[in-house]
């Protein structure tokens, strides 16, 4: 069976697990918990100290690296190629998002450092539950279905 096909099996029990118990189930009964979005393990890699934690200070060191990092002709924005170079290591290969235009919010094909920092602090902001500018590791996990809406609103110039 080919992955997608079986991909789309396991998603169609999950859903049908989802009407039945209230969120999806794996074979043994406990909830699924799936990788949602590819942001949780750029996150878990700004933890510099390795408490488990990524605090404010982690998240803006961890921003400056990984723009420089993705920003491989030094401009300041990141081309469609840089992004998708970047993704392709940083985010495990671009499959699941965030995707460019997440960032690209006035979609003029490049990303602007203030973009990527936008995004990412948006994102690090819906993950803290708790609201108190610490993001732990429980923080980075959902369940399957119980997708949770952004503690706050996201950027007034989000564009969609
Ligand atoms: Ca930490
Ligand atoms: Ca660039
Ligand atoms: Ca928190």
């Given at each position: 069976m080919k992955a997608a096909a079986h991909l789309a099996v396991i998603l169609g029990a999950a859903t049908l697990a989802a009407c039945a118990s209230g969120g999806p189930r794996g074979d043994r009964g406990e909830p699924l918990r799936a990788l949602l979005s590819a942001d949780a393990l750029v996150f878990v890699s700004?933890?510099?100290?390795?408490?488990?934690q990524i605090t404010e200070a982690e998240l803006t060191a961890g921003l400056t690296h990984e723009f420089t990092r993705a920003d491989t002709n030094g401009d300041g924005q990141l081309q469609p190629i840089e992004f998708q170079n970047w993704a392709n290591t940083a985010l495990g290969g671009g499959h699941i998002g965030p995707f460019r235009l997440d960032f690209d919010r006035n979609v003029d094909n490049v990303i602007t450092r203030e973009e990527f920092e936008n995004e990412f602090r948006a994102r690090f902001r819906e993950y803290d539950s708790d609201e108190d500018g610490v993001v732990t590791r429980p923080e980075l996990v959902r369940l399957l279905g119980q997708a949770r809406p952004p503690a706050q609103p996201r950027t007034p110039t989000r564009l969609d």
């Open positions: 700004f933890d510099a100290d390795g408490d488990l």
